[in-house]
């Protein structure tokens, strides 16, 4: 492990779990590689060491559902109300009203207000004044909300977005474009009101943006949802990380996944970075820790060698322009023996989040099953979800899918399909699935 942080601010350490070893003639490499930045702006509330500003659009969704029933309208006003008023001083801030259009709220003009006790109070009356009514075209709320943010210099460039409904006034294609575009621009957490909205369209938005998704089923709970969400984005201190993974000639790159505190796949979203080096982002950080899931195959060699397999370092740009910086690195090894009991065993942390990505796709498949009318696919695929859940430790899943299922036995998985199913619970399930919990120590 090495650290080259500044003193000023968060500090990045980067540790690597695997079992090094392998058989005669064995090529697979797994590592858990956790990143962890201490000392930042989330630290005791204070402001971040090194100054850095942070700018944050609401997107407000005001399509014509919002009003149904009205409790949807009110309760997002004045979730969107505590969200400004969570705003650090010094903040730049707009709040943006999304129908089929989008709309400037607050400050107006293009441009974005900066947080104090008088724009602040000017913002929530603004909110007051908003009524539902139209359609939903999200593409055009984050190509909004991109142009706001591109009007600040601030390192912190972050997107919250509420939504009830499906994206029905664009295409798929458009919203896609939409989020390639704002890619790497800003991070954005969504959510997802009431049960009429898409899963996958609230998730999709969450994961190209890097952000979080959930659900919010009562609008009661929005108040205090939107304020943990603006509490995390002013916790935010260093901006556009990337894990940045060498390999040697020879080695060939299987996956890299995000698996705490969900899993993510990262694989894809690789940009070259010189001469077998290529980045993977991972958005902006606070006080926080993270796991990383690394698979390479490496050439055969015999018992007795060794090499490098991969070399994981945390890289950001240059203010200045200049070469990235590098804040801490790990290695990843791999050594050929003919001891059958180094080669043969599963590193505890490489095992633990194996099975939290099966859990996750368990859960998705079963949840696809029972939709489609599949029963049987769907009692397998949840009951080895219950089984993953129970051995993992992962409580909070657990709970979920007994809202889907009975469950006769977790240890083996045997369950059955409950006759009935609120729609609130199975998409709380299914927003919820890729959350995983931390291999116990």
């Known amino acids: 492990m090495a650290n080259f942080s500044k003193p000023t601010g968060p500090q990045f350490s980067v540790d690597v779990y695997q079992n090094e070893f392998l ?9 858990i590689v956790t990143v962890t930045a201490t000392g930042g702006g ?27 029933p009205p409790t949807k309208m009110r309760g997002a006003r004045e979730a969107t109300a505590a969200a400004v008023d969570t705003l650090r001083d010094g903040t730049s801030f707009a709040v943006v ?40 075209a999200i593409g055009t709320w984050l190509r909004l909300a991109d142009r706001l943010l591109s009007s600040s210099d601030a390192a912190i460039r972050h997107g919250i977005l509420l939504t009830d409904g499906r994206n029905e006034h664009e295409s798929p294609a458009d919203l896609r474009a939409a989020l390639d575009a704002c890619a790497g621009r800003f991070t954005c957490d969504a959510r997802g009101v009431g049960t009429d909205w898409e899963v996958d369209e609230v998730r999709g938005i969450a994961s190209a943006l890097l952000g979080t998704a959930d659900i919010v089923a009562d609008p009661a709970g929005l108040a205090a949802d939107f304020t943990a969400m603006m509490e995390g984005a002013m916790g935010k201190e260093v901006a556009d990380v990337s894990l940045r993974l060498w390999t040697p000639v020879g080695v060939e790159i299987g996956f890299v996944k995000q698996v705490a505190p969900t899993v993510e796949d990262l694989t894809g979203r ?28 490496v050439p055969q060699a015999a018992v007795g060698q060794e090499m490098l397999a991969a070399r994981v370092s945390l890289i950001v740009p240059d203010p200045a322009g200049g070469a990235p910086v590098s804040l801490s690195q790990g290695l990843v090894r791999a050594v050929w023996t003919d001891d059958m009991v180094m080669s043969t065993a599963i590193n505890a942390q490489v095992a633990h989040y ?3 990505a099966e859990l996750a796709d368990a859960i998705q498949q079963g949840l696809d099953a029972r939709k489609s009318g599949d029963h049987d696919g769907a009692t397998a695929k949840l009951g080895r979800a219950v089984q993953l859940a129970a051995a993992s430790g992962n409580a909070d899943t657990a709970k979920l899918l007994s809202k889907v299922v009975d469950v006769v036995d977790a240890a083996t998985g045997t369950v059955r399909l409950k006759a009935k199913v609120a729609e609130a619970d199975e998409m709380t399930l299914e927003t919820r699935s890729t959350k995983t919990v931390r291999v116990k120590k």
């Open 270 to 297: 690789r940009t070259e970075a010189g001469p077998r080096a290529g980045d993977y982002p991972t958005g902006s950080w606070g006080d926080e820790s993270r796991d990383y899931h690394v698979s390479v195959r």
């Open 354 to 356: 194996t099975g939290q």
């Open 23 to 31: 058989p005669e003639g064995g090529r697979d490499v797994n590592a």
């Open 97 to 136: 009203a999304g129908t089929h259009l989008a709309r400037e709220v607050y400050p107006g003009g293009g441009r974005l207000a900066v947080a104090d006790a008088r724009t602040r109070a000017e913002a929530k009356d603004a909110l007051r004044a908003l009524n539902a009514s139209g359609g939903t």
């Open 42 to 68: 989330t630290a005791h509330g204070a402001l971040p060491a090194s100054g850095r500003s942070a700018a944050v659009v609401l997107m407000l969704d005001c399509s014509g559902s919002m009003d149904y």
